[in-house]
């Protein structure tokens, strides 16, 4: 028996469930299939395990810091990396299933488990059913890379780091990307000996100077060792103790044993035995499905949309486009999805929040600005005499006085720049900023009392 739909989504991560179920919500027949796992990347081995591993992490210091707020806590605390894998599988599994049963069924969508296939432009192959569907919408995602050296397989990407059974003493973080930058902190704080290491002058490419800089700093006081301008020639020994040759500077340096290598370096979309070179769906030199302004493919009918397109590999922006999709095809509203000020949060120890332009993109844009800068310790650290330092940072444009760039580096970051992300996307100035009344006691305050610029 054939299936015919008005629409069918190949992927079930975050953007493929939330387009397959606001199309449905319009009444229109949709179904979708997932080989794996329902929740897709963010739910199964991203977003979702790295939160609940950060919040683990911080607890080491919590403990610690504890003491200083009259607390005593009896032995010494330890923590115990089986334990908190049981626990992070348990609520995957109780998140995926709430995906499938709780989300995508009652919504009144069809789910099928199993590989798609496309086999012509309305036509899919599911595990040898033929399925076919006025539109089909592939949203798919990526997966993480490892360099192409010798004895790259035994390094692991962050897919196997969630499933490790034993929890590795020494550990070498390669990259310094998002993924690097959070599980070095991650792993940090859970008890490791972690060395970041990365080929770039300094970590988190593309991000303000001063905030590299400075998240630089608070990471190596924190008892990481970051290694810039360093690149790996091979991995020999074997998983458990990884014999890693390397060079920094161009210069080789001793070889190290590590219990385990995490290689960070970037993720590609997942492009392949899906039928896309056979129909003729366009692809970029990076592998990413080419879409237009309203995510249809160069076949039309074909949609795509997520971290299979590659603009912005982040679940919020799958998000968007899923909605933007299905308003512009399924609700008779046709409209752009907006990439202008996504703010960002990356949960490395501590926190990074920002939106917006660094101080060197907006100079090279050639705003004239005003810089405001502040550092300082936050409240909750002074009894526990917790060497972090927190900072703020404003890039305004003097002609406009709107706030172009906002960066913060401290205690939940993403939560103190969610909010703020509202105020520049609506266009705030600095004068709305200095109108707006302080919470007094909070770190956040200070990004509405800064009043004397530190450069322009
Ligand atoms: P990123 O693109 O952020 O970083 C890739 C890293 O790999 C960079 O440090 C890059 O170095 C390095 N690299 C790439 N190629 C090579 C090479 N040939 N040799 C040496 N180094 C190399 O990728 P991630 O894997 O960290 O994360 C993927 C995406 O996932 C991110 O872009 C982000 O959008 C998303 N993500 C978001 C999170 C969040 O929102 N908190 C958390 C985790 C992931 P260089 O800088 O020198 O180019």
């Known amino acids: 028996m054939n299936l015919h739909y008005d629409l069918f989504v190949i992927g079930g991560g975050s953007g493929g469930v939330r387009a397959s179920r606001m199309a449905a919500a319009t009444g229109a027949k949709v179904g979708i299939a997932e080989s794996y796992r329902w929740g897709g990347t963010c739910v199964i081995r991203g977003c979702v395990p790295k939160k609940l591993f950060s ?31 049981a626990a992070k599988d348990a609520e995957i ?85 998002y993924i690097a930058v959070e599980f070095a902190g991650i792993m940090n704080g859970l008890g490791a000996d972690v060395t970041l290491a990365f080929r770039a002058d300094k970590m988190l490419r593309g991000f303000d100077e001063d905030l590299r800089d400075h998240l630089t700093q608070q990471m190596e006081n924190k008892g990481i060792t970051v290694m810039p301008y360093t690149t790996l020639k091979a991995l020999g020994g074997q998983a458990g103790a990884v014999d890693v040759a390397w060079q920094q500077h161009g210069e080789d340096l001793p070889s190290q044993v590590f ?48 971290d299979v397109i590659d603009r912005v590999q982040l679940t919020p922006v799958a998000l968007g486009e899923a909605m933007a999709f299905v308003d512009t095809h399924f609700k008779g509203r046709p409209r752009r999805m907006d990439y202008s000020n996504i703010a960002t949060a990356v949960f490395s120890d501590p926190n990074v929040g920002t939106i917006g332009l660094s101080e060197e993109e907006a100079r090279a844009q050639g705003y004239d600005i005003a810089v405001y800068r502040s550092t300082g310790r936050a409240m909750k650290h002074v009894l526990p005499d917790r060497n972090e ?18 960066h913060f580096i401290g205690p939940d970051a993403g939560e103190v720049v969610q909010g703020f992300a509202v105020a520049m996307k609506m266009g705030a100035t600095k004068a709305d900023f200095d109108a707006t009344v302080g919470i007094h006691p909070t770190a956040a305050e200070e990004l509405v009392t800064m009043r004397a610029p530190v450069a322009s």
Request: hydrophobic residues 40%; proline residues 5%; aromatic residues 6%.
């Open 389 to 406: 330092k927190m900072l703020m940072k404003l890039i305004v444009c003097r002609e406009s006085d709107r706030v172009l760039g906002l």
């Open 259 to 306: 219990d385990q290598v995490l290689m960070a370096t970037g993720r590609r979309p997942n492009t392949h035995n899906l039928g896309l070179e056979e129909l003729g769906v366009a692809l970029s030199s990076h592998g990413a499905i080419e879409v237009d302004q309203h995510f249809e493919t160069s076949v039309p009918g074909i949609y795509a949309l997520g």
């Open 93 to 177: 599994d109780r998140l995926e299933r709430v995906y499938e049963h709780s989300v995508l069924i009652p919504a009144g969508v069809e789910v099928h488990h199993g590989m798609a296939k496309l086999t012509g432009p309305n036509t899919i192959d599911l595990d040898g059913q033929t399925i076919t569907a006025d539109k089909i919408l592939i949203a798919v995602g990526g997966h993480p890379t490892r360099l192409p050296i010798p004895g790259a397989e035994l390094a692991m990407t962050s897919n196997e780091l969630f499933e490790l059974q034993d929890f590795p003493e020494k550990l070498l973080v390669y990259g310094s990307g």
């Open 55 to 85: 919040y683990a992490s911080h607890f080491g210091e919590e403990l610690h810091d504890a003491a200083g707020y009259g607390w005593s806590l009896g032995g010494s605390p330890s923590f115990n990396w089986k334990k908190l894998m």
